[in-house]
């Protein structure tokens, strides 16, 4: 299945007024369980950054996260940078329309050849990393680019079921994946290489969040493939499965999973 098409017709469709992207980052922070789960790891972040600080938002994508980071702290500088020239272009306008051009700013880049030594404070990566194949090498750069003692926080999914993967057999369910999740020791043995030390991961999307994200993406993203006449039936599906949805999130922040299909990655430089 492919993803990054429905991410543009979104973005294209909510481009429009002011009103229509800040509803879709509205919408986008309940469905996706990830959003949960990433709100909750920046509110302990950010009892450490009360002054001015450079954070990244390294795959800033449709700017959902860069918007939230914004709203979280006045003194924030955040800097976007996606591969995805056109979705930059849109947050570049979005983002200056709602008057943050001065704490924000956007730029098309490949992380894999980024580096700005000792810049930033925070380096938020969410559900990027999956999708490239040269990791360690962007995992040094992260290095690079933030402070001693600086915080890089992660999201991706796990080799437990990740990217809708039952076996080792299986491909991932968006094509886009290079590759179907980490394990825990694998991804602290990478970062650890790059420079990272005190490293924290959790599982996220335990059973709670699987059937969430079944219900909340997996459905919907396989009927859009077949034919974006979707569009037009998902506020009706969406209105049936939004209560189970939404409850299903609330149990998944709140337990501790000994396994799920995410993981949510915490290291410092």
Not at 9 to 17: D, M, T
Not at 112 to 120: A, E, L, V, W
């Amino acid at each position: 299945m492919q993803y990054e098409p429905i991410k543009k017709r979104l973005g294209k469709f909510f481009s429009g007024p002011l009103f229509m992207r800040k509803f879709l980052y509205f919408l986008m922070d309940l469905i996706l369980l990830r959003a949960w789960h990433i709100r909750r790891a920046l509110r302990k972040v950010k009892t450490e950054y009360e002054g001015h600080i450079n954070i990244l938002d390294a795959g800033s994508g449709l700017g959902q996260y860069s918007w939230r980071l914004s709203r979280m702290n006045k003194n924030w500088r955040i800097e976007g940078i996606d591969i995805n020239a056109e979705q930059v272009e849109e947050c570049s306008r979005f983002f200056k329309k709602a008057g943050l051009a001065e704490r924000t700013s956007f730029s098309c880049v490949d992380l894999t050849g980024f580096s700005n030594p000792d810049k930033y404070s925070l380096i938020l990566c969410v559900d990027v990393m999956e999708h490239i194949k040269d990791d360690e090498k962007v995992f040094r750069n992260f290095s690079t680019s933030l402070k001693k003692n600086g915080i890089l926080l992660i999201s991706t999914p796990s080799d437990k079921g990740g990217s809708g993967v039952d076996s080792h057999d299986d491909k991932s369910f968006i094509d886009e994946h290079v590759r179907n999740g980490y394990g825990t020791d694998e991804i602290r043995e990478k970062l650890a290489n790059a420079g990272f030390g005190n490293t924290e991961v959790s599982f996220t999307y335990g059973w709670p969040g699987s059937i969430s994200w079944h219900l909340s993406m997996k459905y919907p993203v396989k009927m859009l493939n077949i034919s974006y006449l979707f569009f037009l039936i998902l506020p009706f599906y969406y209105l049936i499965t939004f209560p189970f949805s939404i409850l299903l999130n609330i149990f998944d922040v709140s337990l501790k999973h000994k396994y799920g299909t995410g993981l949510l990655v915490t290291a410092r430089k």
